[in-house]
């Protein structure tokens, strides 16, 4: 019994310890290279269309923003540029920023 606890007690700690690595690199390489999240492009385009069928949205890149001091993190967009009928600019934003919100 003594020695199962023990063994148990050893494989929590090292479980706790392999989590804690991960946890702490994967901060560190969000915080270096911000992941891209182009798979979320078709899903903001299906949305913005039905609100303002005559604009059309786009940017370059979309990618994870987790500004150092803040809790939660964001999302930035490059190069983000609204048409209208498809042709016409109506305006051109170097980058936007949204940041996200626990409350």
Partial sequence: MKHSLR???KWLLWSAAALAVIGISALIWIRLQPPSLGFLDAGIQAALRP????FQVSYEEIRV???KGRLTPGVRFTEARCLIDGDTLLAR?????VRLSLA
Avoid: D, G, K
């Fill in 7 to 9: 063994s148990l007690f």
């Fill in 51 to 54: 609100l303002a069928p005559r």
């Fill in 65 to 67: 923003a987790w500004p």
């Fill in 93 to 97: 934003v170097p980058e936007i920023t």
